[in-house]
């Protein structure tokens, strides 16, 4: 063979190798199975962004994304359809405040045992097991505001989640949160014992830099911090509280968040705590019984989310009573001033300061209604405004094409009855069925 054919040779070799190389990656790419396609035919479908139900719709699904929402409508061929006919369809709820490491605390005792007697590891168990409850409930993702004294648990539980190991919704977490030493239980024990303590205890601003940055490096999605603590009434009738943080430390908390590209959440009851995390800049305020309707204004002006978590409060007020009783009719009047004013209201409930067995934390809905929400704003405020204040708009919040298939149903119309929302029949979070009653 003469140099000549031999690489011709060579060369005809080459290319049919790489030839069959192609055409076997192409019969791969042929036999991958595309992602399966499911078709939900809605009753009536509350979209989150019509301000009126859409009759009869049709929603295609292929896997976890939303591929096409139509009044009328014929299903693709060959896909399954699942009926829900009679039912309304609503995007996945989304509760802004839980704790899903902690089972209730209406007396410092409830809490004590729970840090006391129960081991991180148990308590993740419950974590877990409070994750599905949620879930059931319709709410497809949530804001877990702080473990309670379980360190970074949370992480563990949103992963395993995430992961499928365990139903639940999609998490933000913000860990441990933050007071200054010795504001926060547990206290009152003898000092000679080293007893857990339900946040991290973060002082000076040093300390508040670092602390921050421990808490992202294990997973914090969200920084939250307790802004005041011993609440009480003064003879102006507003609700007044003491301040934790120094502003220098409060601000140094704020942005080292920012500058690490989270946000920050502070919880605050008093008109003084209230005034001074938005002083340091928080992107939402957690409870707010005290708002004053300067600080509604300040609120509305800046963007500021409220997170009213009203269930907790009506709960737990018999229980603690003094103050705690005329904080729910406080926070009423502050509900329908900002409500007037356009504060961004995100719903939140603190599930978790209530037993997540006892209460199905979707009565919050029904709260915003009777403070003076429409059906229509109730639902909004639990579905497109958290995916706003979680940053997530472009995932979830409504039911749209290209956003993730987080579906629930109910049988009956919320929008006559806000309860309804408390006996979901059907849930549905990535295009995967969790219930279907
Ligand atoms: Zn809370």
New binding site residues.
């Given amino acids: 063979m003469t140099r000549r054919d031999l690489l011709k040779k060579w060369t005809s070799v080459l290319i049919a190798l790489v030839t069959s190389m192609c055409l076997a990656s192409q019969a791969q790419e042929k036999g991958k199975a595309a992602p399966k396609q499911v078709a939900i035919r809605a009753g009536r479908l509350i979209d989150g962004k019509s301000d009126a139900p859409i009759a009869n719709a049709l929603i295609v699904i292929e896997g976890d994304t939303i591929k096409s929402v139509t009044a009328g409508g014929t299903p693709p061929t060959g896909v399954e359809v699942l009926d829900l006919s009679k039912a309304t369809v609503l995007p996945g709820f989304v509760d802004t ?1 839980t ?1 899903v490491l902690l089972n209730g605390d209406i007396t410092a005792e409830d809490y004590d045992a729970q840090l006391l007697k129960q081991s991180i590891p148990y308590r993740a168990i419950l974590g877990a097991r409070n994750a599905r409850v949620a879930l059931e409930h319709g709410f497809t993702t949530i804001r877990d ?1 702080e473990t309670e004294g379980a360190m970074y648990a949370d992480v563990d539980v949103k992963s395993a989640i995430a992961k499928e190991e365990v139903p639940g919704p999609r998490m933000q977490v913000s860990t441990r949160a933050m007071t200054p030493t010795g504001m926060y239980p547990l206290l009152g024990y003898s000092w000679e014992l080293q007893v857990p303590k339900g946040v991290q205890y973060v002082d000076g601003v040093v300390g508040a830099r670092k602390a921050v940055r421990e808490q992202i490096m294990y997973g914090a999605d969200w920084i939250k911090y307790y802004s005041d603590r011993r609440y009480h009434f003064e003879a102006d009738g507003v609700l007044h509280s003491m301040v934790n943080f120094t502003d220098e430390e409060a601000k140094a908390i704020v942005d080292e968040t920012h500058r690490l590209g989270k946000k920050v959440a502070a ?1 605050a009851i008093g008109s003084d705590g209230i005034a001074a995390a938005l002083r340091a800049g928080v992107d939402t305020i ?1 409870h707010g019984d005290g708002l004053t309707d300067a600080l509604i204004d300040e609120m509305a002006r800046k963007g500021v989310y409220w997170v009213p ?1 009203i269930t907790v409060g009506a709960y737990v007020a018999p229980g603690r009573g003094g103050n705690w009783t005329k904080m729910v009719d406080l926070e009423k009047a502050a509900f329908q001033k900002a409500l007037k004013k356009g504060v961004k209201i995100a719903l939140g409930t ?1 599930a978790g ?1 209530f037993d997540w067995k006892e209460l199905n934390q979707a009565k919050e809905f029904e709260y915003y209604v009777n403070y003076g929400m429409t059906p229509m704003q109730a639902i909004r405020s639990g579905t497109v405004v958290p995916a706003e204040l979680l940053g997530w708009s472009d995932k979830i919040g409504t039911i749209e094409t290209g956003k993730w298939a987080d579906i629930v149903a109910v049988s009956g119309d919320p929008l006559k009855d806000i309860a309804e929302l408390e006996r979901v029949t059907f849930v549905m979070k990535a295009g995967r069925i969790y219930l279907r009653k």
Avoid: F
Wanted: hydrophobic content about 10%; overall charge negative; aromatic content about 0%.
């Fill in positions: 405040h704790h505001l919880h957690e978590t603190d300061g």
